[in-house]
């Protein structure tokens, strides 16, 4: 499985640019950037848009790896983190149709 740093390099490495390069163009630091394909820090949801768009990826994408290693980092030492998503969701509809129906 990529993680999302490793996605961020792979795109970087597949247009053969340099981190300085990048870091010009999306307007993030250099050393941010080394963070993120390292995986020692995550970027901002800003962030993952301006990368995905810099590198021509799927924006939805790189947003949804970027909340599910959000989650999983949240939780890979909680016991029952199944049921604990499994309600999470339910929560996520049952607020979804309260604000359609204001």
């Known amino acids: 499985m990529k993680t999302l740093g490793d996605t961020l390099k792979c795109a970087r490495e597949e247009k053969d640019l340099i981190l300085r ?9 250099q050393s ?9 820090r995550k970027p901002t949801r800003e962030q993952i848009i301006r990368l995905a768009k810099f590198y021509e990826l799927s924006e939805s994408e ?10 999983a980092e949240e939780l890979k030492y909680t016991e029952s983190t199944s049921e604990i998503l499994k309600v999470a969701e339910e929560k996520i509809n049952y607020y979804k149709t309260q604000e359609n129906g204001k």
């Open 21 to 29: 390069k990048v870091a010009a163009e999306v307007d993030i630091d």
């Open 32 to 40: 941010l950037i080394s963070k993120f394909e390292k995986n020692e």
């Open 62 to 71: 790189l947003i949804i790896n970027w909340f599910s290693e959000k989650i």
